[in-house]
């Protein structure tokens, strides 16, 4: 019972009863939130955006930032579609494929953050232009289309009538990510590096060996959700991935984890991106025009960055506590 309150108390309970009570609000208007057909589509439709943001948060957690995760799973879904469609390959192997360049473009950021010692935000800021650049090249802009129907079942499944596979894909790389900080020491100096990098060197952790690893990771989620967005469209389009970037960062720091590194987890991440799709859906259910969803995204992305500054400043928390004492 303790350990729910105070998980309740967090950042990730917060917004986990945010998003329940937004469901409520929105079902008592319309009465069509908390239908089986609605959670699937919600959750699927979530479910691509927290993949990416798994490796958002890993990221973050080492105190990094990767603004290239669109472009990478742009470049990946292209090379798979491109493998399935035109030359006939293996879905699977296709999809394998895909995730090796994943980790591929992601280790390119890595190196240069780590051994260069350059900004995380410039460095992927640029690679995201390169990558974007590389699939406008190489398919003019044009859709690829004719996907096997054995790939698009991996995003499109359906188990039980109402389970999707591509939430099932979620679930697990979850639970791995989870296993993975909590318990192997790759996960302890994730969280080492971004405490404090200059005590991690002087115990020994190879943080530039960490860094490079943890940006492949980034890149082959980004692979992941791409391929699998590529098979849920049953075609490869360049704009896949393009607004991918802000929302995983708010579905990270909304779920917890903090910009500066060091504090949070997939968990709450999962938590921040079911939020950001509830509000999604609720303004279709909503009828409310969908031009909103874009005003109502960033609105989400401020108050998060803003949630995790107040958190992190001493002297501005003090402030924002002293000004709902007064009231």
């Not at 590096?193 to 940006?215: D, P, Q, S």
């Not at 995983?248 to 720091?253: D, G, K, L, N, P």
């Not at 991440?269 to 909503?286: E, F």
Request: proline share 2%; with cysteine; net charge positive.
């Amino acid at each position: 019972m303790k350990k729910v309150v105070e998980f309740l108390k967090s950042t990730a309970g917060m917004v986990l009863i945010v998003t329940i009570l937004v469901g409520i609000a929105v079902h008592l208007f319309t009465g069509n939130f908390f239908t089986a057909y609605n959670i699937s589509t919600l959750t699927r439709a979530a479910s691509f955006i927290i993949i990416v943001a798994f490796g958002q948060t890993i990221v973050l957690l080492t105190g990094g930032i990767d603004l290239s995760v669109a472009a990478v799973g742009s470049v990946a879904s292209m090379c798979a579609a491109k493998l399935m469609v035109e030359q006939g390959v293996n879905p699977w192997l296709s999809i394998l494929v895909s995730c090796l360049i994943g980790i591929a473009l992601g280790m390119i950021n890595g190196l240069f953050i780590a051994y260069l010692r350059l900004t995380p935000f410039i460095v992927t800021l640029a690679t995201a232009e390169i990558y974007k650049g590389v699939v406008y090249i190489v398919t003019k802009g044009s859709p690829i289309v004719g996907m096997p129907a054995s790939a698009q079942f991996v995003a499109n499944g359906v188990l039980g009538g109402f389970l999707p596979t591509i939430v099932i894909i979620m679930a697990i790389i979850c639970l791995i990510l989870t296993m993975m900080l909590k318990y192997t020491k790759l996960g302890r100096h994730i969280y080492a590096l971004g405490g404090n990098r200059n005590c991690a060197k002087i115990v020994g952790i190879k943080t530039e060996r960490v860094e490079v690893i943890v940006y492949a990771m980034s890149g082959l989620l980004a692979a992941i959700a791409g391929t699998m967005m590529a098979c849920k469209l049953a075609s490869f389009q360049a704009t896949i991935g393009e607004n991918w970037v802000n929302p995983t960062i708010a579905a990270s720091v909304l779920g917890g984890t903090s910009m500066t590194g060091g504090i949070g987890g997939v968990i709450g991440t999962v938590i921040g991106g079911l939020l950001q799709q509830t509000v999604s859906t609720s303004i279709t259910l909503l009828r409310v025009s969908s031009y909103w969803e874009t005003v109502v995204t960033g609105g989400v992305v401020l108050i998060a960055v803003t949630v995790d500054a107040i958190k992190e400043n001493p002297v501005m928390r003090d402030k924002v506590t002293r000004v709902f004492k007064k009231k």
